[in-house]
Structure formats: structure tokens, C-alpha cells
């Protein structure tokens, strides 16, 4: 099957940030997916250069608009290259092709009398390059989209008869539901088209900086308006209008844009490829906003997230993992360096990282590092059918672009790992002689790591090769059909030492960002306390969420706990939180319970407080407990969970 995916193409008035990346990160997902299991595909990506807006910028700059354009446009695409995005091509609208197939575009349109000249009045904003109605104006002749000022223009001007796709348009939203997604938007499509299309104006006369007018119509003022441009780019770059090479992968199978795009791409391109007799694409798929710690993100605010530097102290995978797991697709999603760290260290650091790591230190202990599938289907059958069973399930969510649902999902394979570890305690066994059984649950977990590996690897593909490289695998479609499709096991293979790939992150190692809105409020309420001579009393003693984030606290399972000797209070315990190796904790509660009252049984415990040693011992972490008049009772989750769960 061929798979064409698009990303918008970005502007080149500004530099790519954290909006421009979670397309990109989203369609570099889909893309690499559809390799993996087997489909001819195409990933076009790019950036739109054309307009008043960018020719102002480089005035702005002093600079020759192509030369300010050619900069701009190599940021997009260095990010994309450091960000290892896996692009099949990298389209600006400033490629000689581009401008071919927009003018063969246009002449074709003009041929079937869909493009006709008139008079343009208007108002315009430039910044949009869009003109707007009086009637959805703003205050002060405002710009509904963004808020600038419009100018009035007049001018001659081609347009394109979107009116009489009116009809055309509404048909096929109807006998194609799945065309706008997700399902939500596109009842607002719907409503937008309903209450009536005017015509377009498809060309300007007021700049220069755009492509020109085909020869044909000997119209040298005329330059075409961006967004007839910038959308032609998703079939110029597959050859229309030129050599047509690559227009078999064409319609494209997802076309990938933010919510406040989607009116270009869900009214006037299918209308634009109606005029042109081609198809259209399978979906249009609106994705949400995004803000930082709550704010809208804008220049003047500093506040905008840089993707290269989130992915400098975070790590660019870390990142792109966040931004799918996060936020469902379509809605809105925001970004703080607290749910970040949240989610490295419990997702990717205590779930995923730490199962790596138990495996290389058991295999390592009980046989010398390798690992041989051979007992797995003997002890650990109803495992493995688990895992399969939740593995069988995933591709749809990919399909539907529901990512968020497909990480949780595939999460399930790491915590049947985890549990089949802990319920199987191969150290146990290992003691007991049962030697062949604790290597089959090593065995067993290293397959279930192996399986989430080549499902994760399109979302964290430098991360899982890695792992699979340890794992003696190398992720491929070859290896997909394998251990996914006819749910094979791996060969005996040498397990490799890597270090662990996803330390904890115990604090925000980016700067926070400027709070503009929030400075100015606590300010003037401030003042009026002091006018009032109230003191600030009520803000005393009171701590934000993000000072109760700093305390980890996590669900622990009593493995073993001793009295202490010479001691009438303390009890010395081994605590699983999900950890490698369990930790060591001097509680003092030997007055309230019994040493062997506590095996097995699980706790509250505070874990990154700094270790300490009571009575010579190491303590390296607290449990947490509630005490009155009438004793002490300890915290315990309600139904027992997965040690290392975080608590709050
Ligand atoms: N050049 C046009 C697209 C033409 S496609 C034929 C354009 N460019 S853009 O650079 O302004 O925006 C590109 C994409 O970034 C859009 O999909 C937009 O939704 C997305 N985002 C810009 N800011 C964003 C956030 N704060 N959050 C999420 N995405 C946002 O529009």
C-alpha cells in the first residue's frame, strides 16, 4: 500500500517552536509506523515563503527576501535533521518545481472557467493573508484570527469559484465521515460551509513576492495568493505540473495540520482539487493548541517553548514521547517542565527503564547474561497470550492518530513484566534450585520488552533500537512480522550492558519561563493589601503544586523487615519500589508492628529523600504513617499497586 503523510509547511517569518514540532513529531510517527509494517511511503514536509508577511520580515531585517527566506527555512530544516524526523522531502514554496506546478494549477483551474477576474475590495490582514468580511470583523476593525488590524484594500484581482463547491463539498463531507479529524471538528466545517461560500480571491496585486501568474494570461502585477500556494505543495512535491513522478502516492493518506488551519484544508484545497480533477485526501486530521504552564505562548511574552533547547536538557525522544503520551489528539495540550518530568520518571524511567535494567542484572547474575526463549510458552504461557492480546489491539489507535490511547495501551505489556518479576521473584527461585523457571521469567520479560520495543519504535526510534540492540534484534519490518504478526520469540542471544537509558530527572533543568500575565496580578493585590494594611499572612505556609511535585512519594511492597537490634522502636525493612535493587529503610514503628505484620504488605514511602544512617544503618527513603492519642497507623494504598507507582 502507498502512504503519502504531510505536515503543514511552516512559515519562514520566525523560528520553529514547540507547535511546529508536535506536527512534525506526529507525522514523523506515522511515517515511520508505515515502514515498519511494510507500506510504500512518502513523508513530505516543508516550509511556505511566499507573501507580504515574510517580504516585511526580511525588510524588517534588511535583508534580501530570498536570502531571509533560504535562513528561515534552513532552522525547520536543521531542527528536523537533529531531530532525526524521517522526511522523504523537504518542500519550500520557493522551488522552481513548485512555482511550475502552481501556475500549471492555476491554468487549469482558468481552462475550466473556475478562475475569473473582478475587482477585490476588502478588508485584508496581512498577517493572516487573509481578507475577512465586515461582519466578522473585530472590535476596531480587528482581525478575527489574530487580533492585528485590518487594512482596506482594493484591487484587481482573480478568483477562484468556491461557490460552486458549496454543494460538491457538503456531499462529500457527508458520504465521507472520516475525511475531518477528529469527528468533533468537523461538525464546525460543516456549519462554516452551510452558511454560504464566497467566491476567493486568488491573486494580489498590493506585493510581489509570490509566484507569478502563468505566462498564458500575460498578467505580470498579478502574484498568486499564499494559501492557493502553499496548499498546491502538497502535490507539486510529488511532481504535478512537471515530471509526475511520485503522483501515484497521491491522495495523500493523512494531512496533518493545526486547528486554526483547518479551514484552508478542510474547504478550499478539496475545492481547489475538485477544480482539478483530482481526488482527495483520506484525512485531514486537526490537531489542538498548545500553551506553556497554563499561558498562551507569544513572542512578546518570551515565553514560547524551544524545542531544540526542551530537547537539549530533556532529550529529544523524552520530548516527542510527552507531547503524543500527554495529550489526547485534537484537544489542546499544555506543557510545564512538571508533567515532563512526571512522565519521564514514572513512564519511561521506573516502567520501561527499569525492566531493562532488571533484566541485564539477572540475566547477568544467573546466566552469565544470556537469554534463551526456550522455557518462556512452558512457565509463562498465560504472559505471553496477555501481552499478544493487548499487542493485537494497538494498530487501530495509530490508524485513528489516537496515540495517547496506543502508549497507555502498550504501557500494559511493560507492567505484565513488571508483575510477572515480581510475582515470579527469580532470585527466589534461583535459591530454591528452580533455576530453569527464573530463567524462563527473565526470558519471558526480555520477549515482552523486545514486542513494546518495535510497537514504541516509531514514537522513540533512536531509544529502541537501542534496547533492541541489546536485546540481539535489530528492529526492522522483517522483525515486526516476526515477533509481532506471528508472535515469535527471540533467538538465544547475549544480553548487552547498556547504561540505563532514562535517569531520574529530580528537578526542572530548564529555565522557567517569564509568567507575564501572573507577575502582574499578585502585584496589584498585593498593593491593595497593603493599602488595607493586611499582611500577607495567607500566603505563608501555603506551597504551589509544583513545590508538592518535588516530594516523590511511591507505593513500596515490604519484601522482608527485621527488628533492629538494641532497639525498642526501629525496624529495619526491604522495600521493592520498582527499583533494581529494593531499598533499605529504618522506620520507627517496631512499637505499633510486628516485624513479620509487614512482609508482603505495602506502603507509602517518600523517595528522594536524601539517605541518611540511624544507628549506624543506612535509611534510604521513609515510610509514611499517621499517629493520634491512640497509636500509629501506616499509609497504605487502597487495593495493592505496582511498586514504584507515584502517589499524588
Ligand atoms: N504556512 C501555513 C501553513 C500552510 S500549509 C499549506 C502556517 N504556518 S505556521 O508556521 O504559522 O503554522 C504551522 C503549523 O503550526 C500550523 O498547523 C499551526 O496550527 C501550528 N501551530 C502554531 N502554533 C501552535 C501552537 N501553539 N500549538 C500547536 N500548534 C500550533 O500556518
Given at each position: 500500500m502507498k502512504n503519502y503523510i504531510t505536515t503543514p509547511i511552516y512559515y519562514v517569518n520566525g523560528e520553529a517552536h514547540i507547535g511546529h514540532a508536535y506536527t512534525t513529531f506526529i507525522a514523523d510517527s506515522l511515517a515511520r509506523y508505515s515502514r515498519l509494517i511494510g507500506n510504500e511511503t512518502y513523508f513530505l514536509t516543508g516550509t511556505d515563503e511566499h507573501g507580504q508577511k515574510i517580504e516585511e520580515s526580511a525588510q524588517k531585517q534588511n535583508k534580501p527576501t530570498q536570502i531571509f527566506a533560504d535562513e528561515i527555512s534552513a532552522t525547520f530544516r536543521n531542527l528536523w535533521n537533529e531531530f532525526d524526523i524521517s522526511y522523504d522531502q523537504f518542500i519550500r514554496t520557493t522551488d522552481e518545481t513548485h512555482k511550475t506546478g502552481v501556475q500549471a494549477a492555476f491554468e487549469k483551474m482558468y481552462a475550466k472557467g473556475d478562475i475569473y477576474k473582478d475587482f477585490y475590495e476588502g478588508n485584508y490582514c496581512v498577517s493572516c493573508e487573509t481578507f475577512f468580511p465586515e461582519s466578522q470583523l473585530?472590535?476596531?476593525?480587528?482581525?478575527?484570527?489574530?487580533g492585528r488590524a485590518t487594512t482596506i484594500v482594493k484591487e484587481e484581482s482573480y478568483f477562484f469559484r468556491l461557490s460552486k463547491y458549496e454543494k460538491p463539498l457538503l456531499d462529500y463531507y457527508e458520504a465521507h465521515p472520516e475525511f475531518i479529524l477528529p469527528k468533533s471538528r468537523r461538525n464546525e466545517v460543516i456549519s462554516f460551509v452551510r452558511g454560504g461560500l464566497n467566491d476567493l480571491s486568488?491573486?494580489?496585486?498590493?506585493?510581489?513576492?509570490g509566484v507569478h501568474l502563468?505566462?498564458?494570461?500575460?498578467?505580470?502585477k498579478h502574484v498568486m495568493y499564499v494559501w492557493l500556494d502553499a496548499l498546491m505543495n502538497y502535490v507539486t512535491a510529488l511532481g504535478?505540473?512537471?515530471?509526475?513522478?511520485?503522483?501515484?502516492?497521491?491522495?495523500?493518506n493523512v494531512q496533518l495540520v493545526g486547528k486554526d488551519i483547518l479551514r484552508f484544508h478542510a474547504i478550499y484545497w478539496p475545492a481547489f482539487l475538485m477544480s482539478l480533477d483530482l481526488p482527495l485526501p483520506k484525512h485531514i486530521a486537526a490537531h489542538g493548541w498548545w500553551t506553556r504552564d497554563g499561558e498562551k505562548m507569544s513572542k512578546s511574552k518570551g515565553n514560547v517553548v524551544d524545542p531544540r533547547e526542551v530537547s537539549q536538557h530533556y532529550g529529544a525522544e523524552n520530548f516527542r514521547y510527552f507531547m503524543m503520551r500527554e495529550v489526547p489528539f485534537g484537544q489542546d495540550g499544555d506543557f510545564s517542565q512538571r508533567a515532563l518530568i512526571d512522565r519521564m520518571n514514572s513512564d519511561l524511567s521506573n516502567d520501561l527503564g527499569n525492566l531493562l535494567n532488571r533484566i541485564i542484572g539477572m540475566s547477568e547474575k544467573y546466566s552469565n547474561l544470556l537469554v534463551d526463549s526456550a522455557d518462556v510458552e512452558k512457565f509463562h504461557a498465560k504472559e505471553l497470550n496477555d501481552a499478544h492480546a493487548v499487542l493485537a489491539t494497538l494498530e487501530p489507535y495509530f490508524y485513528e492518530l489516537q496515540l495517547h490511547r496506543y502508549l497507555e495501551e502498550l504501557w500494559k505489556v511493560f507492567s505484565i513484566g513488571n508483575k510477572a518479576i515480581e510475582e515470579h521473584a527469580p532470585w527466589v527461585k534461583i535459591k530454591e534450585g528452580r533455576t530453569d523457571e527464573a530463567l524462563a521469567t527473565v526470558a519471558l520479560v526480555a520477549n515482552l520488552l523486545a514486542k513494546a520495543s518495535v510497537m514504541l519504535h516509531a514514537i522513540m526510534p533512536k531509544t529502541t533500537a537501542t534496547i533492541a540492540d541489546a536485546l540481539g534484534f535489530e528492529i526492522t519490518t522483517e522483525s515486526y512480522n516476526d515477533l509481532i504478526i506471528h508472535k515469535g520469540l527471540l533467538k538465544p542471544f547475549t544480553i548487552k550492558k547498556v547504561p540505563p537509558l532514562f535517569p531520574r530527572v529530580e528537578e526542572p533543568l530548564m529555565q522557567e519561563a517569564p509568567k507575564a500575565m501572573s507577575e502582574e496580578a499578585p502585584k496589584v493585590e498585593l498593593k491593595q493589601m497593603d493599602d488595607k494594611k493586611v499582611s500577607t499572612v495567607a500566603e505563608e505556609g501555603v506551597i504551589t503544586i509544583d513545590q508538592f511535585f518535588q516530594t516523590s512519594i511511591k507505593i513500596g511492597t515490604v519484601l522482608n523487615a527485621q527488628e533492629v537490634p538494641k532497639s525498642s522502636k526501629l525496624l529495619k525493612l526491604h522495600v521493592d519500589l520498582g527499583e533494581e535493587t529494593p531499598r533499605q529503610i529504618i522506620a520507627g514503628i517496631r512499637e505499633y508492628y510486628s516485624a513479620e505484620s509487614l512482609i508482603g504488605t505495602q506502603v507509602c514511602v517518600v523517595a528522594n529523600l536524601k539517605p541518611a544512617k540511624l544507628m549506624g544503618m543506612l535509611s534510604e527513603g521513609m515510610v509514611l504513617a499517621a499517629k493520634d492519642s491512640e497509636g500509629l497507623s501506616l499509609i497504605r494504598p487502597e487495593k495493592p499497586r505496582l511498586s514504584g507507582s507515584s502517589v499524588g
Open positions: 473585530m472590535d476596531g476593525g480587528c482581525c478575527p484570527d489574530c486568488v491573486t494580489r496585486t498590493s506585493f510581489s513576492w502563468p505566462a498564458s494570461l500575460n498578467e505580470p504535478y505540473g512537471t515530471d509526475e513522478a511520485n503522483m501515484d502516492f497521491w491522495p495523500a
